[in-house]
């Protein structure tokens, strides 16, 4: 049904900003829950950011952060991770992460049954 590729990954310094991308490259699909997940070096995944996308997505909020902003065009179905005052601890590797069920957002990642292949971001 979906097939999820990232971009906009890079190196950047500290304090820098970066837009990652997620484009749907396979059958156009409703998004009910979109996230996006990071991957260290030896660590697992972990969410940094979340949201609903479905009918009641706004009866749902986000997870969000004061750095990171995620936030979905259904339309095109596209998730974007907007990054800002990057620290080297953000560094690793970046996934998006989407499901075609559900109500509201979610940060296990076993809730969600499509993945990109990953971006990487370095930040030094």
């Known amino acids: 049904h979906v097939q999820l590729v990232e971009s906009g990954g890079g190196s950047v310094q500290a304090g820098g900003s970066l837009r990652l991308s997620c484009a749907n490259a396979?059958?156009?699909?409703?998004?009910?829950?979109v996230a996006w997940f990071r991957q260290g070096l030896g660590k697992d995944r972990e969410a940094v950011a979340a949201m609903a996308g479905g009918a009641r997505a706004t009866n749902c909020g986000n997870f969000v952060s004061g750095r990171f902003t995620i936030s979905l065009d259904s339309a095109k179905n596209t998730v974007y991770l907007q990054m800002n005052s990057l620290k080297p601890e953000d560094t690793g590797m970046y996934y998006c992460a989407a499901e075609l069920s559900g109500y509201c957002f979610s940060m296990d990642p076993d809730e969600y049954s499509y993945w990109g292949q990953g971006t990487q971001v370095t930040v030094s």
């Open positions: 396979g059958r156009t699909s409703v998004y009910y829950r």
